[in-house]
Nanobody, 115 residues
Framework: QVQLVESGGGLVQPGGSLRLSCAAS????????MDWYRQAPGKQRDWVAT???????NYADSVKGRFTISRDNAGSTVYLQMNSLKPEDTAVYYC?????????WGQGTQVTVSS
């Protein structure tokens, strides 16, 4: 019912910033919350941030104070502003929508933090 497409990934130097976007289409009103996850090379997929339909947010300890999740309801887009990036942030970042009974996932976008 919902499709997600991430964009905005790329190569950035340590200390730099990137903003990821996730465009949602379909039955947007069915989305209860949207999340960002990431999976680093050789690692498990980890939760990064959540924004609910009511606008509340939550973050993993590893990104608190550096990342900001936001949602543009008019544009049906969720964003992840990433500041003070570290090499440890290198991962494929996935957008996920929480619906009744299941999650929708995007295809992922690569973020590489390296000098």
């Amino acid at each position: 019912q919902v499709q997600l497409v991430e964009s905005g990934g790329g190569l950035v130097q340590p200390g730099g910033s990137l903003r990821l976007s996730c465009a949602a289409s379909g039955i947007i009103r069915a989305i209860n919350a949207m999340d960002w996850y990431r999976q680093a090379p050789g690692k498990q997929r980890d939760w990064v941030a959540t924004i609910t339909s009511g606008g509340s947010t939550n973050y993993a300890d590893s990104v608190k104070g550096r990342f900001t999740i936001s949602r543009d309801n008019a544009g049906s887009t969720v964003y992840l502003q990433m500041n003070s990036l570290k090499p440890e942030d290198t991962a494929v970042y996935y957008c996920s929508a929480v619906l009744l009974g299941y999650r929708a996932w995007g295809q992922g976008t690569q973020v590489t933090v390296s000098s």
